[in-house]
């Protein structure tokens, strides 16, 4: 085939390509109520514009609350040797326990004391005698072991340690097995418990329930007749009871202001 037939066969295939129609769109789709439906299919792709997330945002975890402040306490040891461990062993066989053959005890409870006078030094040099004083005739009748406590606060705040927390001390009839004495300087007259005590009485009271998970209450001297009947209280002598106004319902009550969130207990409700 000569170059010039070539020519004219490419040009008829040509006009008959072109020739051959496209196909007609589809018909639109309507739906039962007569409107037109789109036919595209449906958009599997990401979605260009999420809607705004308009909820309020989640609330932070849960955390533990802050360890309590630290509290200043000045070790001021008063005489405990093993004759004065004989004595509180001897208390505790009349008064408590027959069986009873140490010192130790699970502190359950907080009680707040004043101590009657207007000084400190004079406080610690009573309470390092070992053995109590003949002129307290009804104490003295109970047992030769001399009163104490295992905290002294101050007029000032300052608190001194006395003895051990978990040492039992002879402070109140019937729960010494069990509670924490805190005594502080002052009376209900000549020398009114100041402030600085409540605020120190407070920071101590909220140190020993961190360490201490086992305590339940905290009560003033003056009140621990009222524990009478409840497990805590312990006393093999039923005629063994004094009479306390130390320190006082308002002072409590000020302290009990300041720990409140500790859920701490007082003396039951009669």
């Known amino acids: 085939m000569t170059a010039d037939g070539r020519s004219r066969l490419a040009a008829a295939l040509l006009a008959v390509a072109c020739a051959v129609p496209e196909p007609a769109p589809a018909p639109p789709v309507t739906g039962p109520s007569g409107h037109v439906q789109s036919n595209l299919p449906e958009a599997t792709g990401p979605i260009d514009h999420a809607p705004e997330d308009t909820s309020p945002p989640a609330p932070p975890p849960a955390s533990e609350p802050p360890p309590p402040p630290p509290v200043a306490i000045v070790d001021r040891p008063i005489t405990y040797d093993e004759a004065r461990i004989a004595r509180t062993i001897a208390y505790r066989q009349a008064h408590q326990d027959p069986a009873a053959a140490g010192i130790e005890i699970e502190p359950r409870m907080i009680i707040l004391h004043h101590t009657g006078g207007g000084s400190a030094d004079a406080t610690w040099r009573y309470f390092d005698r070992p053995t109590i004083e003949s002129g307290r005739k009804t104490i003295a009748a109970a047992g030769d072991l001399n009163v104490s406590s295992q905290f002294l606060v101050d007029r000032d705040g ?17 729960l010494n097995h069990v509670a924490i004495g805190v005594e502080n300087v002052g009376d209900l007259e000549d020398h009114l418990l100041t402030d600085a005590q409540v605020a120190a009485d407070a920071a101590l009271v909220r140190h020993l329930k961190a360490r201490f ?58």
């Open 213 to 270: 998970p086992a305590i339940t209450h905290l009560i003033g001297h003056h009140e621990y007749l009222a524990m009478e009947g409840h497990p805590y209280f312990v006393e093999r002598d039923p005629k063994y009871r004094t009479r306390k106004a130390d320190p006082g319902p308002e002072f409590m009550a000020k302290v009990r202001a300041q720990v409140a969130d500790l859920g701490l207990e007082g003396p039951p409700v009669r």
């Open 158 to 174: 300052t608190i001194f340690r006395l003895m051990p927390e978990t040492s039992m001390a002879r402070h109140c009839v019937g």
